[in-house]
């Protein structure tokens, strides 16, 4: 059974920063890229940064540079979001993603290939002013 369990969400300061954490497990297909992604209410969830099987990272226009997302060295499921230099505006729930794709057996000898999304709960980042 796959599963995406995020933590480290909490309270920061303006001008703080927050870890967050992320664990992708029981997954049997091949993992593309795991990410971070965020809500508040009333808006649509939004990317934050994602890092791929490769190592690539992408982050969205508003990190300028502030957060850094990683994965763990020794377990490739397991990525860290770090985020600095926190403001008020970006109080929000903050999802963890695995986009991972799924390799069937076609006819003859074809396959068939789709990619899918997995989400966490999600984790609570506050930051108070």
């Known amino acids: 059974q796959v599963q995406v369990v995020e933590s480290g969400g909490g309270l920061a300061h303006v001008g703080g920063s927050l870890r967050l954490s992320c664990v992708a497990s029981?997954?049997?297909?091949?993992?593309?890229?795991i990410g971070w992604y965020r809500q508040v209410p009333q808006k649509q969830r939004e990317l934050v940064a994602t890092?791929?099987?490769?190592?690539?990272?992408?982050y969205a226009g508003f990190v300028k540079g502030r957060f850094t997302i990683a994965r763990d060295t020794a377990k490739n499921t397991v990525v860290y979001l770090q985020m600095s230099d926190l403001q008020f505006e970006e109080t929000a729930v903050y999802y963890c993603?695995?986009?991972?794709?799924?390799?069937?057996?076609?006819?003859?000898?074809?396959?068939?290939?789709?990619?899918?999304?997995?989400w966490g709960q999600g984790t609570q980042g506050t930051v108070s002013q």
């Open positions: 993603n695995v986009n991972a794709r799924r390799t069937t057996k076609g006819w003859g000898k074809s396959f068939k290939q789709h990619d899918y999304d997995t």
């Open positions: 890092v791929s099987s490769d190592g690539t990272t992408n």
């Open positions: 029981g997954f049997a297909d091949r993992i593309n890229s």
